[in-house]
Structure formats: structure tokens, C-alpha cells
């Protein structure tokens, strides 16, 4: 029997691993995710203006803040905008400035004014992108508020201490395990891109498993594989072979956004500035700490959830006769996952909500919405082992009752309609 299963579980893989379908899509995803990384260098390629140098031409008539102005550009922006932004000093007068101005070129007048120190001109040809403007902007104030404190003769020693950045203390006075701002900046942009994939192969995951089931039986030879196997060894082939291939699939995945990255840096062991930044925030949020906290527990809560949805998958495919049927089988099982991957994204809007902590054992959707609840805060641990407990209680009972529904189900071609057959193959004597 043992034999019978390994023979099944290798066929399965093997006729998934070798088929074109898989190829084309894993060729495609490869693309993708390498252009994806890369955008930057593609819209370059095809003449876009991501590495173009913006040159910041200053008619400095104050004669003090072109100084001021520069040094603050330069401590503003990042190592990789800092050699795309190139702050010149101009002596030309404004109007040949401006009638001889280039589109990468941003033109800022300064001069003075007795009631507010140093007012400034921002000239361009057309918009200026938006993280240009604001480190602009941040420089223009940054520049006025020094100006003004050299012209009322302040202490230097003063000065340096107004100008230096603010100490703040972040208290939050509620005694609820509330989202602060970075966390929830962190959870609407960065956790979706995370479990993204996950979802991603659940989905592969039941539609690989129901519709091989499908085509077996639309096909009648279902019932030269019973004949040889028990339904029980056939079904749980199908599941062990979808799983090994969702893994294999995740990991190619791993392995393409390895590759990009590479291709990206050029193989160097280098982090961009920009990601640097990104992830400098993620730990100040204490997202990257839970994160690494929750990983063993995610990682077995989600493959258990693979194991829960190719069951759950192979248990109502057993009853399609078509794909119409099992187009009908699979459309509430894609709803309950898209209910739990918007649950998760949506967690933080339900502070202190009994019903989301509720949701967050729910087999099926736990997967998503408990480690989503944990990294805010509003669950511990002992509630995500409480979640993994209950699903695999689920499974446990998907095996012993799914099992019987299978074996009923999965020689039944009957023109009824699906439910229908499901519920008397639910009531049957067999099971």
C-alpha cells in the first residue's frame, strides 16, 4: 500500500513539474519579478529619467545663504539622491537664467527681505518631482531659520543647538495595545507584500488539486485508480504532491527575487539607501523583532494552512462530474481566503475588537488574520498557538470525516446538483 501511495504522490509531482503550463508560468514569473526589481534601470533603458541629475542653479543675492543652503541639501537627502542633485551657485542674471533654463534644471533665487530674513524664488520648466520638491523645500526653511539667526547675532554655540534635530519622546497614555504610527505605516505597505505570495499559493494550491481531480473524473479514470488504490491513499497522494509543489513553487519564488536583487546591485553585497531606509524604519516600528518572534509559529501555521485548503480542495472536488462543478466548489473557498487576506491588511481598524480576535482562530483564515494581530499587538503568542491548536484539530477532523465524504463522493456522477450530492454524501450511512 505504502508503495501504491509513493507511486501516486511521484506521478502527481512529476506530471505538475513537467508540464509546459508550469514552465511558461515559472519563465513569466521570473520576468516579472526581475523587472520588477529593476524598474528603475528598465525605465532608464527606455529613456526615462530615474538616474537623471537634477542641477539646482542658486542666484544667492544675499551673499550668506548659498552656503547654508548646500551644506543642508547635502545633509537632507541620501547617499543615492545626493548624486543626483547637484546644487550650483550662479552669478548669470535671472532673466538669461531663465530664458536658457534646461528641464533638469531648477533654478532658486534668494534674497533679502527685512521682515522675514530670506525669501526665495523656485523656478523650473515643469514640475519638479515630488521627493526633489520637498528636500528642496525642507532646505529653503532649514536655510531661513540659520539666516536669521546669524542676522540677529546669536550664539554660535546657541545656534547649534537650535539647529540640531528635536529629542522626542514617543508616550502613549491609553493603556490599550494600540497601533502607533510607524506599525501601522509598516502593516498597510510592507506586511501585504509579505503574505502576498502566501495567498498567491493557496490559491495555486486548490486549483491545481481540484481541477487534476476534476479532469480524472471527467475523463473516467477515476475508476481505473480506485480499482488499484483506496480512496484514501489517492486522496492524500493528491495532497502531499500539491504541497511538495506549493513549497517548490515558493521556493523558486525565494530564488527569482534572489536574482533579481543580484542583477539589481551587480552582485555586490551592497544595500541600496533606499531599502536601507526602509528597513531602518521597519526596525524602529519593532515590526523586523516580532517578526523574527512569530517565524517558527507562521511557518508551521502556514503549512498546516496548505494542508487544511488542499483538503478542504480534494474533499469537494471529489464531488464535481465537470468544471463547471468545480468551478462551483472553488469560488466560496476563494472567498474565505480573500475575507482573511483583507482582515489581515485591515486588522489595525479593529483596536480592541473582540470579533477580529475571534477571527483570528478561525481555521482557514487564521493563517492570515493571527500574525497580522500579533505583530500590532493585540493577541500574544499563546493565542497564535491557540489558532495553530484549533487548525489542527480541523485538519484531524477533515481526515476522519473528509475521508468518507471522499470515498462516497468520488465514484458519484450524478446529474444532481453539487450541494445537493454533497449533503447526501455527508448524510450517507458510510460516513
Not at 523587472?35 to 527606455?46: H, K, T, V, Y
Not at 498597510?188 to 481540484?210: H, K
Request: aromatic fraction near 8%.
Amino acid at each position: 500500500m505504502s508503495n501504491k501511495f509513493w507511486y501516486l504522490t511521484k506521478q502527481s509531482l512529476r506530471k505538475k513539474i513537467k508540464s509546459k503550463w508550469f514552465l511558461g508560468v515559472n519563465i513569466m514569473l521570473l520576468l516579472v519579478i526581475v523587472a520588477l526589481i529593476n524598474i528603475n534601470s528598465i525605465i532608464s533603458f527606455f529613456g526615462g529619467d530615474f538616474s537623471q541629475e537634477t542641477k539646482i542653479l542658486v542666484k544667492d543675492n544675499t551673499e550668506i545663504s548659498f552656503t547654508v543652503f548646500k551644506e543642508t541639501m547635502k545633509e537632507l537627502t541620501s547617499e543615492e539622491d545626493t548624486g543626483k542633485i547637484k546644487v550650483v551657485k550662479t552669478t548669470k542674471k535671472e532673466d538669461k537664467l531663465q530664458k536658457n533654463l534646461k528641464d533638469n534644471e531648477v533654478l532658486i533665487v534668494l534674497d533679502d527681505d527685512a521682515e522675514n530674513f530670506v525669501t526665495a524664488k523656485l523656478i523650473s520648466n515643469e514640475k519638479i518631482d515630488n521627493t526633489t520638491y520637498q528636500y528642496i523645500s525642507q532646505g529653503l526653511n532649514t536655510t531661513k531659520t540659520s539666516i536669521a539667526l546669524v542676522k540677529t547675532n546669536t550664539d554660535p554655540s546657541l545656534l547649534a543647538k537650535i539647529s540640531s534635530p528635536m529629542n522626542t519622546e514617543r508616550v502613549v497614555l491609553s493603556e490599550d495595545k494600540s497601533v502607533d504610527e510607524n506599525m501601522e505605516l509598516v502593516m498597510s505597505s510592507l506586511f501585504p507584500t509579505l503574505i502576498l505570495p502566501f495567498f498567491m499559493l493557496i490559491i495555486f494550491l486548490v486549483q491545481m488539486i481540484g481541477g487534476e481531480i476534476c479532469e480524472e473524473k471527467t475523463t473516467r479514470s477515476m475508476e481505473i485508480i480506485i480499482s488499484n488504490v483506496s480512496p484514501k491513499i489517492h486522496l492524500l497522494s493528491k495532497v502531499v504532491a500539491s504541497n511538495l509543489f506549493v513549497i517548490i513553487q515558493g521556493l523558486l519564488l525565494v530564488l527569482y527575487s534572489v536574482i533579481g536583487i543580484l542583477i539589481s546591485t551587480k552582485g555586490q553585497l551592497s544595500i541600496n539607501p533606499n531599502v536601507d531606509s526602509l528597513l531602518s524604519a521597519t526596525v524602529d516600528s519593532g515590526f523586523l523583532d516580532k517578526m523574527i518572534t512569530l517565524l517558527p509559529a507562521a511557518l508551521i501555521m502556514m503549512l498546516l494552512s496548505f494542508l487544511a485548503y488542499s483538503l478542504i480542495a480534494g474533499i469537494l472536488a471529489a464531488m464535481t462530474t465537470n468544471m463547471e462543478d468545480f468551478n462551483q466548489i472553488q469560488t466560496p473557498i476563494m472567498l474565505v481566503l480573500l475575507a482573511g487576506y483583507y482582515l489581515a491588511i485591515m486588522a489595525g481598524m479593529f483596536d480592541g475588537s473582540i470579533l477580529i480576535r475571534f477571527l483570528s482562530y478561525v481555521p482557514f483564515i487564521s493563517c492570515l488574520v493571527s500574525p497580522s494581530l500579533y505583530i500590532i499587538g493585540q493577541i500574544s503568542m499563546i493565542d497564535v498557538i491557540i489558532s495553530i491548536i484549533i487548525l489542527i484539530i480541523t485538519i484531524a477532523l477533515m481526515i476522519k470525516y473528509g475521508l468518507k465524504v471522499y470515498k462516497v463522493g468520488i465514484l458519484n456522477y450524478s446529474n444532481e446538483k453539487i450541494w445537493s450530492r454533497f449533503a447526501k454524501a455527508i448524510k450517507s450511512k458510510d460516513v
